[in-house]
């Protein structure tokens, strides 16, 4: 008989151990869940085990819900079954009930961030969401034509950029590159920045991997924000490729990356729904 539960913290080794069962079996090239890195998600991307949920076959996982949480709004962060569960309501009901819980505990708002190639926005609908946004990554790796040497770009330390809170202004619809994860992830990540004698003028922040993930992109008035946005993108190919993950057109116009020879890799759709009690 199967059971449901939602989790509490001390169920992280059941929550990492329940992904691999339930949602990474499904996905050939995802790392192995293990519980330094789910703890790592907690503070990074704010995993809540109290909005995680499971559903048992006796003691065996057969299907997992991963919930993130920040004030206004919850995300479902992972949804999986067990291949010879599925099709039989488990995965509605885990969202069904986390929807019931959120709409009495709040924040009322729940999203997801779904892969567009993997088919399963049209479950996410049976339950009530609909589509907000296109979420597209981009690469990058031909080269630019390189930035001649000049003092005016510099690396800052992210946490002074993200005090420039007109540098940031648009915000950003991806979860991972909304400022409370910028914050959450700050002491991992670099910063650069054009500046003038005046002010910062456009910023980076990017992770510096074996390719620079560029989780922000700040500037001020498009024009010439977007060219200063330019320069600071040749000035950080110089150092190997570029990545972009996750960006809504309202960061930064895709055209720009476009127009510079980056390439769109994946996409994503975003979908929203209000919490419901019934």
């Not at 000035?235 to 990356?257: K, M, N």
Request: aromatic content about 8%; some cysteine.
């Amino acid at each position: 008989m199967v059971s449901y539960r939602f989790l509490r913290p001390d169920d992280f080794p059941m929550i990492s151990d329940s992904i691999n069962i339930c949602y990474n079996v499904h996905l050939s090239n995802e790392n192995q869940m293990n519980l330094e890195r789910i703890k790592q998600e907690a503070a990074d991307d704010n995993v809540w085990a109290s909005s995680c949920m499971v559903a048992l076959e006796g003691v065996q996982p057969i299907a997992i819900l991963v919930g993130a949480r920040r004030e206004g709004q919850t995300l479902i962060k992972r949804i999986g079954v067990v291949s010879d569960y599925q099709r039989q309501g488990h995965g509605t009901h885990l969202l069904t009930s986390l929807s019931a819980k959120q709409a009495i505990v709040g924040p009322p708002r729940m999203v997801a961030e779904l892969p567009s190639d993997r088919g399963v926005a049209t479950f996410f609908a049976s339950c009530g969401f609909s589509k907000e946004a296109d979420l597209l990554d981009f690469l990058l790796e031909n080269n630019l034509p390189p930035l001649p040497q000049t003092g005016a770009v510099q690396a800052v330390p992210v946490a002074d950029l993200l005090a420039q809170k007109e540098l940031w202004s648009r915000g950003a619809e991806a979860w991972a590159r909304a400022d409370t994860a910028l914050e959450n992830c700050a002491k991992s990540l670099k910063g650069i920045a054009l500046l003038s004698p005046e002010r910062i003028e456009a910023a980076l922040i990017y992770r510096d991997e074996s390719r620079a993930e560029i989780v922000r992109f700040g500037y001020g008035a498009a024009q010439p924000g977007l060219a200063y946005v330019t320069l600071l993108l040749r000035y950080l190919r110089a150092v190997g490729p570029l990545f972009v993950p996750r960006l809504h057109g309202d960061e930064l116009p895709f055209s720009l990356l476009e127009g510079l020879g980056f390439r769109e890799t994946a996409r994503y759709e975003k979908v929203g729904a209000t919490a419901r009690g019934d």
